[in-house]
RNA sequence: GGUCCCUUCGUCUAUCGGUUAGGACACAUGGUUUUCAUCCAUGAAAGAGGGGUUCGAUUCCCCUAGGGACCGCCA
């Protein structure tokens, strides 16, 4: 059975890298009717916290991504790593090493002074036992030896072992490191395929070899080239959409993420749309790329745009309304109502949820002293406007037909095109020339408000 | 510095040795439109460079250049 996991380290908020890396294991275990597990790396007591742990799963939630289980804790297994620990020492696969962290750092220095490059030296293989000394426990890595690590992306990566240092695998406090405990993690969680960043490559061949001492089936490996910024640098979080809560914000759809996160070093043919069945549906792992890639932010964009056209009005609502609570925007009940209610107005030229927002400005931030009358109006379009709103004065409820037929009947009576109607009667009532069509704008605001707002400077 | 990886339009990518090198975003032009946008149509735009192998190379091999990752008692 096909197992994959997710194993971040709740450190900080979930990455768009770790985003995708999440994905993809999930979307493999799906397609493969398989089980996705997530592992919380936590034996960074300092760093990791409880607050970014719920961020990660709620991001990931958000985006469709969910598990087959509870969360597993690295930090619960820490007696399992120990005894892994000392069973590889009892089988001479690896000893204690008695180096000062001091001492080993002076090498280090040393080494990067005359530009050598610099690994453990394996002083400590064969000292002896000392007594009432500190010690750290380090694998024995085999000398002269190719390692190879069969990698599912990358093909095969073959290393010469003398370029892998003799690594700790226990620290002086008697704690597990980062490559002890995920060996022994994913061999407890009985994971197939371990589907990962490129930036684990060398982790990896550590892995194995801990998994060859111990005489394990190694998982399959798929290292994922990493995502870019636009500026083609290592994504970092000073980047200011980097997390996918910096997404959340500017009121990017979920589905639009995933779906550009799917595409991202991963293709199908020319398909560019997928939805959550089909992603899963056409999921693979051999049509992932071997190259990493820049992140585009127009891309996102766009796709976010196609989505808020093409969902239907019930899924838009919902996702506007997510949007609303999850970043704790303030509108009232009676404001959020006219915007779902014209929401497909609304939504016209907006790339995201935040724009529809935006787009609705005009109907309860409506300041009528920031226009500008001496601009807008003159002593030409002032006739044709006063015609207008007196027509308009006229009627009770809104019909299109009726505001058509008032727009004609002024049209004619002045001889006038309907741009010379239209741009001051969008100013006066709007306060901006971006917006929607003059039917629309009445529609939303209602006759009364209609007239309102125009007799203030007609 | 050492080890490893990558390189097709600006960007994401397609191409199982033979294609007018395809699609999408962005861009440009035109059309539709009661502003703007949408939508539709069209266009410009790529095999890093150099050697091989081959009848034929974007595809396979080598070198060079460029980019990246890792090199902690972090994960």
Redesign the pocket.
């Known amino acids: 059975m096909v197992i994959t996991r997710f194993?971040?380290?709740p450190t900080g908020q979930l990455h768009i890298g770790g985003a995708r890396t999440a994905l993809f294991n999930f979307l493999y275990s799906k397609n493969q009717n398989g089980k996705f597990l997530l592992r919380i790396?936590d034996?960074?007591k300092e760093?990791s916290k409880k607050e970014y742990e719920s961020q990660i799963i709620d991001s990931l939630k958000w985006l469709g991504i969910t598990f087959d289980d509870n969360p597993i804790y690295?930090s619960k297994n820490i007696l399992e790593h120990k005894n892994i620990a000392n069973e590889l020492l009892k089988k001479n696969y690896a000893y204690k090493c008695y180096?000062?962290?001091e001492e080993?750092d002076q090498k280090?220095d040393v080494a990067k002074k005359n530009?050598?490059?610099?690994?453990?030296d394996g002083k400590c293989r064969d000292a002896k036992e000392h007594k009432n000394s500190?010690f750290?426990v380090r694998l024995k890595v085999e000398k002269n030896k190719k390692i190879t690590l069969f990698d599912g992306v990358?093909?095969d990566?073959?290393?010469?072992s003398n370029?892998i240092?003799d690594?700790?695998i226990l620290?002086?406090?008697g704690?597990p490191?980062?490559?002890l405990?995920a060996s022994v993690d994913d061999k407890l969680m009985n994971i197939s395929h371990v589907i990962r960043g490129?930036?684990?490559?060398?982790?990896a061949i550590k892995q194995i070899i801990i998994f060859q001492f111990m005489g394990w089936k190694t998982p399959k490996y798929f290292h994922i080239?990493?995502i870019?910024s636009e500026e083609?640098?290592?994504l970092s979080k000073r980047d200011n959409a980097s997390t996918t809560e910096d997404y959340k914000k500017i009121g990017i759809l979920p589905i639009a993420l995933r779906n550009y996160l799917l595409?991202?070093?991963?293709?199908y043919?020319?398909k560019?749309i997928f939805n959550d069945e089909e992603s899963i549906k056409l999921f693979n792992l051999k049509?992932i790329?071997?190259?990493?890639?820049?992140l585009?932010f127009?891309?996102i964009?766009?796709l976010n745009?196609?989505y808020i056209?093409n969902l239907s009005e019930t899924e838009l609502h919902q996702n506007f309304l997510n949007y609303l609570t999850e970043t704790n925007q303030k509108i009232d009940e009676i404001h959020k109502k006219k915007i779902l209610k014209n929401i497909s107005i609304l939504k016209?030229?907006a790339k995201t949820l935040q724009d529809i927002c935006k787009n609705a400005n005009f109907i309860f931030n409506y300041d009528e002293k920031l226009i500008d009358k001496n601009k807008v109006i003159n002593t030409k379009n002032i006739n044709y406007l006063k015609d207008f709103l007196n027509e308009i004065s006229k009627i009770k409820i809104f019909e299109e037909k009726i505001?058509?037929e008032i727009?004609?009947l002024v049209l004619k009576k002045n001889n006038i095109n309907?741009?010379d109607l239209?741009?001051p009667l969008?100013l006066i009532l709007t306060g901006s020339?971006?917006?929607?069509?003059?039917?629309?704008i009445i529609k939303i605001l209602g006759i009364n408000e209609t007239i309102r707002r125009l007799s203030r400077h007609i």
């Open positions: 194993a971040p380290s790396e034996t960074d760093r690295q180096c000062t962290p080993l280090r530009g050598i490059n610099y690994i453990y500190q750290v990358q093909g990566v073959e290393i010469e370029t240092e690594f700790v620290r002086s406090d704690s490191t980062y490559n405990s490129d930036d684990h490559k060398i982790n080239p990493l870019h083609g640098k290592k595409r991202l070093g991963w293709s043919k020319d560019e049509n790329g071997k190259s990493p890639s820049k585009d127009e891309r964009k766009s745009e196609y056209k016209n030229k505001i058509s727009s004609e309907f741009k239209g741009q969008r020339t971006q917006a929607p069509s003059i039917k629309d």
